[in-house]
DNA sequence: TTGGTATATCGGGAAAAGTCGATATATATT
DNA sequence: AATATATATCGACTTTTCCCGATATACCAA
């Protein structure tokens, strides 16, 4: 993954902000419906209401952090949940420490 | 200084290819004339030469990295020094870290 | 299989970023 | 004061990003 492409990805306030919320589902995605969310992440409609911003852009917007695997995806029936990516984001820690 | 400026000041290949060179002034500006460019940083010029752009368009980038607080800028004479700004790196590690 | 819901993709218009050449400004030299 | 050099700013054009509505696709339920 290029690095110019995760800086991209972070270089827009509702990615910003979707990002942080998913570090607290529970305390940032009350009405989730699924029960195991806290494993599985948050569905994108939920994202998409608490941004406020159409559900194409949203749906770009988290395929965008996927790319830069800043998010993971996983389908589960008609859902599609989206959750942080640790690794990826431990990943950023050390290219920002070592490479920038 | 707002997250998004930062990461937009990164979401381009020859500003982060000057951060880095900026990282080793003397290997990567030898033909660096300013006998204390190890203390002031690297003049306009030589970084343009090196980075292939046009002037305008390195001096454009220059005080975006600059806005940024990536690095800062010493004018002295005719020429404008530029280094990282290690402390504003610093940063930016902090914000990753724990804001993200 | 028909219809309903969730998400993804497509096409487009507006705004921002990339990049240039030309010009302006600041400084140095004569 | 006149000229030369380094950098900054301006105006313009092209490419990319933002964000939307419309449509397509995937899945589910009756």
Redesign the interface.
Known sequence: MD??EI??A????TR?QI??WLKEPAVNFPEQLNPDFENTGVCVGQIQMKAGLSQSTISEYLSILQRANLVTATRVGQWTYYKRSEEG?KM??KI??T??
């Open positions: 690095q110019v800086f991209k972070l270089s827009n306030k910003l990002l942080n984001i950023l820690n920002i420490s490479e920038l």
